[in-house]
């Protein structure tokens, strides 16, 4: 029984400890200990989540009492961790962020533990019904974090354009399991990869569940043309709810995305070059990728083209994905690795951004930032670290990301893909570039509204975190890649 | 044509006759009642002229006289209404109550080879086993006969389904009406409806535990074998209660026909037989939820001590008195002692009427969020807790339940016997001699100094 | 045809009906009222199946709370007929349709003619559709989904909560209808 519980503990340290937050709000009033709070509950459940892979999924025996619900393997704890991990230093940011901004509710740090415990579900997912259930807790989450600060049209309308897509991509999914259930009267997912690769299943409605299944999941990760929503509710939406959509919500996303393409549709037949959806996935690659930087360029709003790298990375991660078909294990890892680059650069890149602003002085379009670098060296400087990480520039986390996913995507024979993936970072330098012109190359206009940094400790504590995690990950990426590569092997 | 068909006519002639008629003679009741309760005459005019000869029956031809007036009257709508919306709502608003009788159990199963049997040239009502089953005589090919239309294994959801149909009239009659008052009405309603309907299931979901099933017959055999719901669940009873009479809004939560503040609500705009309907249906929405609380909380069918196969009156394992009763009787008791309980409580709801005041609209939305609805929870906690409780215990607490179980037969035996021997006794006594039943405003106008008689004159 | 049939395309062809009133109708609240009959015609086509629960669990939540709500939002918009629906011209609205209509039209002739379910029961197991069916499976087979989704409903009460209760929303157009025009909505008027 122990060894079944030390897998459950991790979502159950997120859902009892959310609850536990609430109820010590409503009790105590005291706010400014939720977002501590908050992380200890989200570290714990990490430990925990670290302590099943010490451990090892495969002496988690009796974790198999929750089959076929959820499965409790190495790709589930990696991502576990991950989310864990990055939910925690969103609501470190988000301690900062909302006293400074008079938003301060509790409610924020219960929906974002339910919704990482959501994203959580969704990694470990192994039927569709938790699957959906999962994906659903998530989103759910996220729409209300994306419409918290309620007193701004521009949240609501960010929040409100996330929950109709939303919505309706998780409906067209679920549509399109529904077909596949019709096709082989199974829900699990081990059971419909069965059912999918015995040769006798040959229902035209698979095809259909898989390009609804597909549109369903590019929406969730925000591949391009399903990318429509995410400018408005990142920009909209609270800056670490921002941070928290952009590295968990999309963690999650993939987590399913790899789950459901590489087992449900991992036949001989739908994975395969000629027949299957590869050949989709790496066009929603290119269009991603190329979309997404070219229009990053020319946005005003930093937040916005945070957004569009955010979205720019996502096609990275297709890369990685197609990849997958050909050397499984490898680019499996190095998408697994990437999203932990990405995930810290990140929310790192959101939490300095929100260190520049303060309360009717935030830092909203790219003049706002000229002369900070001088004006507050201590507040630009991890802006701008935490952008080279994202650009990919080499002793930090992002290149190694980039090399892993690219490296993979050769191995496995797509040159093609590479190239156009290699192009589109050089694109991407030139808008992350820019950041650094503002930020040290440019003074504000005579008489212009000029950012004022705001001080929190949690936001530096979340800061440091992302910046440890950044360096750690560049300069010594061994054990995090060691991990990823076993949950390759293992997966 | 199947004989389950054939059975389910006369099933239903009976439960929609009974509630169309009850229906009928409780907007008299409503009015009369309320005319006794304020020292007034109330409605007494209708009559039936046949020469010399006037028929009165105390103002009861009033509901005749509405429904013939309902039926001649012009039926005007106002000319920016949605026609379609405006005219359907008025059917929706019927339909909900009517399809709300199907599953409830008017008597316990009949079985009607036992009911008369000849042998010989001797005729005679023979008895049936306590254990309810009939015994089943494949020479007459009769089968056992529900005294339900038809008996559902969602039974009691059934009965929300079909509850919560009636907002969607409620709703859509104020928008179509074009009124600002109409659309606040339904605003109100359909706001009212939709919070009570929660607090509604929530409340019965500790009597369903107990009960250990949705099918209302069986709530009923449950409770006559061990006690009433009200004993068992006496919480639940009264948020259930009350949860029901705001769903039919009325009084106190009848703030969506407020008509100091909002005319008549959301049916402001009808009239003629449109009005009629929501009219009448508020009134049998008024018998079907008591028919719906004597099937849950007061046993039903049920008479207390009284089972298939006579009266046994027993305390745990004492037995006191038995008297055993033909099949024919018993059923018959057991019909009769539904309709008679469903009519005290049509009774008391109209009571009611006049004992409340009506809320704010805020204070109703507060106690069904605030008040009834934690309350129905917590009750749903503690009767789980109680329940495990219950599980573990040893054996003599069940004996002992069982015997309070008994107990709150006798008690509801005895309470009845006085309340009905007291009704009696109130009914036959005078009314010049007793000084209280001079009513108060009588009182009022001789201490005024005039003349005490007839103060005010309907 | 059996009286079954009939009856299957009876609540098929008012589901279809009341699909098309929903997507079709111009007033919104008969949009809604089209939605209803859709709800209520597919709660028909689950008792066709012996899904007396899940029936009866379609009216309660479907038309009983959601389509109220739906109704009762629009009855807060007041008397406003859909303008400006889609930005697109009437053209490439009707493509659209068409395109997806075709497409899923396809699939479902595609789908039927090739319809070979694998694993279904010949018959069904005993109490199928039962409450109390429904409730062991609930607690005993489907127990991990079921808790866990006490996580989902946790988050969208706590969501709905944030996203509505807090400061005082910036108001756009609000209170326009019930308040005549040019009259200002009193302080404290606007939650």
Redesign the interface.
């Given at each position: 029984m122990m060894p079944s519980i030390l897998a459950l503990m991790p979502m159950l340290v997120i859902g009892f400890g959310a609850l536990a937050l609430m109820l010590a709000e409503v009790l105590t009033d005291a706010k400014t200990g939720l977002a501590v709070g908050t992380a200890v509950v989200l570290f714990t459940a990490a430990a925990f989540a670290c302590a099943g892979w010490m451990v090892g999924p495969e002496n988690l025996g009796d974790a198999a009492v929750f089959a076929p619900w959820l499965v409790f393997d190495r790709f589930t704890l990696f991502f576990e961790v991950l989310l864990a991990l990055s939910g925690a230093l969103a609501a470190l940011v988000a301690g900062g962020y909302l006293r400074e901004h008079g938003i301060d509710r509790g409610e924020f740090y219960a929906i974002l533990s339910f919704s990482t415990l959501g994203a959580m579900m969704l990694a470990a997912a192994g039927d569709v019904l938790m699957l959906f259930v999962g994906l659903e807790t998530m989103s759910i989450g996220a729409y209300a974090l994306a419409g918290f600060r309620r007193g701004s049209p521009k949240s609501a309308e960010g929040a409100l354009k996330y929950f109709l897509l939303g919505s309706f991509a998780a409906a067209l999914m679920m549509f399109g399991f529904a077909l596949l259930y019709g096709a082989t009267g199974h829900t699990d997912l081990a059971g419909l990869h069965n059912a999918l690769a015995s040769e006798s299943l040959r229902s035209p409605s698979i095809v259909i569940a898989l390009a609804l299944v597909l549109a369903g999941l590019a929406f969730k990760v925000s591949a391009v043309p399903f990318h429509m929503w995410t400018p408005d509710a990142y920009e909209g939406a609270p800056t670490p709810a921002t941070a928290f959509m952009a590295a968990s919500v999309k963690a999650g996303g993939f987590a399913v995305l790899l789950r459901v393409l590489l087992t449900v549709f991992g036949d001989e037949r739908s994975a395969s070059w000629a027949t299957g959806w590869p050949p989709v996935v790496a066009l929603l690659a290119v269009l991603t990728m190329t979309v997404a930087n070219l229009v990053a360029g020319r946005q005003e709003s930093i937040k916005r083209m945070l957004a569009y790298s955010s979205i720019a990375h996502a096609g990275y991660l297709l890369v990685g994905v197609v990849a997958a078909i050909r050397a499984p294990a490898q680019a499996q890892s190095a998408v697994l690795f990437y999203l932990a680059t990405y995930s810290v650069s990140t929310i790192g890149a959101f939490a300095a951004l929100v260190l520049c602003g303060s309360r009717g002085a935030e830092v909203v379009s790219y003049e706002d930032l000229a002369g900070l670098g001088r004006r507050h060296p201590a507040v630009a400087l991890p802006f701008a670290f935490f952008i080279l990480s994202l650009a990919g520039m080499p002793p930090m986390a992002g290149f190694f990301g980039k090399w892993f996913v690219f490296k993979a995507a050769m191995d496995a024979g797509l040159h093609g893909l590479t190239v156009i993936a290699f192009i589109n970072s050089v694109i991407a330098a030139y808008y992350y570039l820019k950041v650094f012109v503002f930020l040290y190359m440019r003074e504000p206009a005579a008489g212009a509204p000029i950012a004022k940094p705001m001080w929190s400790g949690e936001v530096v504590t979340a800061i440091a975190l992302c910046a440890f995690f950044v360096l750690l990950l560049g300069l010594a990426p061994g054990a995090v890649l060691d991990a990823a590569l076993a949950v390759g092997g293992a997966g | 044509m199947p004989n389950y068909i054939l059975y389910a006519i006369p099933k239903i002639l009976i439960m929609v006759g009974f509630l169309f008629n009850v229906g009928g003679i409780l907007t008299w009741v409503d009015r009369r009642q309320s005319a006794m309760i304020q020292d007034r005459v109330g409605p007494n005019r209708a009559v039936i002229k046949i020469g010399k000869f006037e028929l009165r029956l105390w103002g009861l031809l009033h509901p005749a006289a509405d429904g013939v007036k309902f039926f001649f009257k012009e039926d005007f709508m106002p000319p920016k209404a949605?026609k379609?919306?405006f005219s359907?709502a008025p059917i929706l608003a019927m339909i909900p109550v009517l399809c709300l009788v199907a599953v409830i159990p008017f008597g316990d199963t009949v079985c009607p080879d036992a009911l008369i049997q000849t042998v010989g040239n001797v005729t005679q009502l023979p008895n049936i086993a306590r254990s309810g089953l009939c015994t089943f005589d494949p020479r007459t090919g009769l089968q056992p006969i529900d005294l339900q239309i038809v008996s559902?294994?969602?039974g009691l959801?059934?009965v929300?389904?079909?509850?919560?149909?009636g907002?969607?009239s409620a709703?859509?009659s104020?928008?179509?009406s074009?009124n600002?008052f109409s659309?606040?009405g339904?605003?109100r309603a359909?706001?009212q409806?939709?919070s009570y309907?929660v607090t509604l299931?929530l409340s019965v979901v500790g009597a369903l535990m107990i009960y250990g099933t949705?099918r209302l017959g069986d709530m009923v055999r449950w409770q006559s074998e061990h006690a009433w719901g009200i004993f068992v669940q006496p919480v639940a009873f009264f948020i259930f209660f009350a949860a029901l009479v705001a769903e039919s809004k009325r009084i106190p939560f009848d703030l969506p026909e407020a008509e100091s503040e909002l005319v008549s609500g959301y049916f402001t705009e009808y009239s003629g037989m449109k009005f009629g309907m929501f009219y009448f249906a508020e009134y049998m929405e008024i018998v079907t939820s008591s028919m719906l609380v004597v099937t849950v909380f007061l046993g039903g069918w049920g008479l207390p001590f009284v089972h298939r196969d006579g009266i046994t009156i027993a305390f745990g394992e004492g037995m006191l008195a038995q008297l055993p009763l033909p099949h024919l009787v018993v059923t018959v008791f057991g019909v009769l002692a539904f309709f008679i309980k469903t009519l005290t409580l049509c009774w008391i709801q109209t009571f009611v009427r006049w004992s409340l005041p009506r809320f704010r609209y805020d204070q109703l939305m507060g106690l069904c969020w605030k008040v009834l609805l934690p309350v129905s929870l917590a009750n749903i906690f503690v009767t789980g807790v109680v329940w495990l409780l219950l599980d573990m215990a040893p054996p003599f607490v069940g004996n002992m339940l069982q015997l309070v179980g008994d107990a709150t037969q006798g008690f509801v035996a005895v309470l009845v016997t006085f309340l009905v021997g007291s009704a009696v006794f109130g009914l036959f006594r005078s009314r010049t001699k007793d000084p209280r039943i001079i009513g108060a405003s009588a009182e009022l106008v001789r201490s005024a100094g005039k003349s005490p008689q007839s103060p005010m004159q309907a | 045809m059996t009286i079954g049939q009939v009856y299957f395309y009876l609540c098929a062809a008012v589901a279809l009906f009341g699909a098309l009133a929903a997507v079709c109708a111009k007033?919104p609240?008969?949009a809604a009222?089209g939605l209803?009959m859709m709800v209520l015609a597919v709660a028909g086509l689950y008792l066709s199946l012996d899904a007396?629960?899940l029936?009866?669990?379609q009216?309660?939540v479907y038309?009983?709370?959601i389509?109220?709500?739906f109704?009762?939002v629009?009855?807060?918009l007041?008397?406003t007929p859909l303008v400006g629906v889609g930005d697109g011209s009437p053209a490439a609205r009707i493509l659209g349709a068409t395109g997806f209509g075709a497409v899923a039209l396809a699939a479902m002739i595609l789908s039927a003619r090739n319809a070979e379910p694998t694993n279904f029961p010949a018959a069904l197991p005993a109490g199928f559709g039962?409450?109390?069916e429904i409730g062991r499976l609930m607690f005993t087979q489907t127990l991990v989904p079921f808790e866990l989704s006490s996580a989902l409903l946790m988050v969208a009460v706590v969501g709905a909560v944030a996203v509505s209760k807090g400061e005082k929303p910036v108001i756009v157009a609000a209170a326009s209808v019930?308040a005549p025009p040019g009259a200002a909505p009193k302080p404290g008027e606007s939650q």
């Open positions: - | 949605d379609l919306l359907l559902l294994d969602i959801l059934f929300f389904a079909m509850a919560g149909q907002i969607v709703a859509i104020g928008w179509s074009d600002k659309l606040m339904a605003l359909s706001s409806m939709v309907e299931g949705l | 007033s609240v008969r009222l209803l007396q629960f029936a009866a669990i009216l309660i038309a009983g709370a389509v109220v709500l109704v009762f629009l009855m807060l007041g008397h039962s409450v109390g019930l």
